[in-house]
């Protein structure tokens, strides 16, 4: 995806160079380049030289964006007409270019295993004792959240007949109903309404 972006930026590039070329010929400081530049776009049908290709693979990197999209517009107007024409280090660079191990692709540093898993413990071991400290200064939990109370929650839905299809009031029920807690005694809960 990246690759795609800068041809695409580096296409617009030479297209609006290759139209100011003529005109900024006089006025630009340095003729040579555009006129260079000019013999790059209309030279494509013409092989690569062999030292532009060279050792393409170490180089790919640390070459400026610019430079890697020209070379591979000119490869890819060398690839537009017969592959019999390209020469051998064409169609290697060619093919490197397009699937080698760079960009998206390229292999992950020495040890990021270890660098991920790092960083997710220590998100763990940051997580947990914010848990703890939380745990530690908040309040006990409500009166509601205990057996006694939940039992006599049981026992106001049996009265009413609350879901007498399925649920505690039909016959038959051996579910726990509304009771998920231990007791207030066991919780340290008391019982008696806070004022």
């Not at 703890?132 to 106001?156: L, V």
């Amino acid at each position: 995806m990246l690759f795609r972006t800068s041809i695409a930026r580096a296409s617009q590039l030479s297209a609006s160079a290759s139209r100011h070329a003529h005109t900024s010929l006089l006025r630009s400081p340095a003729p040579l380049a555009a006129c260079k530049f000019q013999q790059k776009r209309f030279n494509a049908g013409h092989a690569i030289s062999n030292p532009t290709l060279a050792d393409i693979e170490r180089r790919w990197e640390s070459m400026p964006p610019q430079e890697q999209a020209d070379l591979w517009m000119a490869l890819r107007d060398r690839m537009k007409k017969d592959w019999n024409e390209m020469t051998t280090q064409e169609k290697k660079a060619a093919y490197w270019i397009a699937f080698g191990p760079h960009g998206p692709r390229a292999e992950p540093p020495p040890g990021e295993g270890w660098k991920v898993f790092r960083y997710t413990m220590y998100g763990l071991v940051v997580s947990s004792i914010v848990f703890a400290i939380t745990r530690y200064f908040a309040r006990p939990p409500p009166r509601t959240m205990t057996k006694e109370w939940q039992e006599a929650s049981n026992e106001y839905m049996k009265s009413q007949n609350i879901n007498p299809i399925t649920g505690i009031s039909s016959e038959g029920y051996k579910g726990r109903g509304m009771v998920q807690s231990r007791t207030a005694k066991e919780q340290g809960i008391s019982l008696e309404p806070e004022e």
